[in-house]
């Protein structure tokens, strides 16, 4: 079946430096969604990317989806303690195209040294 | 902001027992799914729903399984006979779904421990 593999598993970071989560889909995506997962929380949408190359930013957080809709990024700047969670990407599958289901990567979890 | 609930928070029970998961999905949205999640892990999808009627299932969603629209405004899931490999963190969603937009608002969560 269709698996999203995302790496690194775990990052830590000291406050201020930069990053990066990678997600990368066996076949092509319609599109990809990010969530965050606060510890002890649930997952909190953050973004959709449904066009080829498509780049989309929320303040610190840069969002990519790549030319051939099978992989994706996130990417924050200057990380905060406040970005401290797991960063989820899914992407959606269908049956007959009237529903979904998001398949999620493993996630990436990020911890900041303050 | 229009927010999905989930009772209870945490369920304890022994095995071989049936718990039933409460949710209440955003008013206006009309596919609703349940996940779960085993400690430390991923998020596992479990099922969706549409229309009054199951739409697909993940493996992991047996006959032990069911869900349940019971009023215009709960959506249920129910393990009929708990195993000790259902604990887990057992969250709802729903969504909108037209055409523009599939992202999905996540309830807060019931743990289950089964003991």
């Known amino acids: 079946g269709q698996q999203v593999m995302q790496i690194p598993q775990y990052q830590h970071v000291q406050e201020g430096e930069d990053f990066t989560t990678y997600c990368n889909s066996s076949?092509?995506?319609?599109?990809i969604q990010w969530y965050k997962q606060r510890p002890g929380g649930h997952p909190v949408f953050l973004i959709q990317l449904v066009k080829s190359g498509e780049v989309k930013k929320q303040k610190r957080l840069t969002f990519q989806f790549g030319e051939a809709k099978k992989n994706s990024s996130l990417h924050i700047t200057a990380t905060q303690t406040t970005d401290v969670g797991t960063y989820f990407c899914?992407?959606?599958f269908g049956s007959g195209g009237s529903n979904y289901k998001l398949t999620f990567g493993k996630g990436t979890l990020l911890t900041v040294n303050p | 902001e229009p927010e999905v609930t989930q009772t209870p928070s945490h369920q304890v029970t022994q095995m071989g027992q049936e718990v039933i998961l409460r949710c209440v999905p955003i008013?206006?949205?009309?596919?609703f799914y349940w996940y779960r999640q085993i400690l430390g892990q991923k998020v596992e999808f479990l099922v969706s729903f549409y229309n009054n009627e199951i739409s697909e299932k993940s493996e992991i969603f047996d006959d032990q399984f069911s869900v349940e629209r019971p009023d215009g405004s709960n959506f249920t899931l129910k393990i009929r006979s708990t195993k000790l490999e259902d604990s887990a963190m057992y969250f709802c969603?729903?969504?909108?779904?037209?055409?523009?937009?599939?992202?999905?608002?996540f309830g807060p969560g019931t743990r289950l421990t089964v003991t």
């Open positions: 076949t092509t995506l319609s599109n």
């Open positions: 969603a729903s969504s909108l779904r037209d055409s523009s937009s599939y992202e999905q608002y």
């Open positions: 008013s206006n949205h009309l596919y």
């Open positions: 899914a992407g959606p």
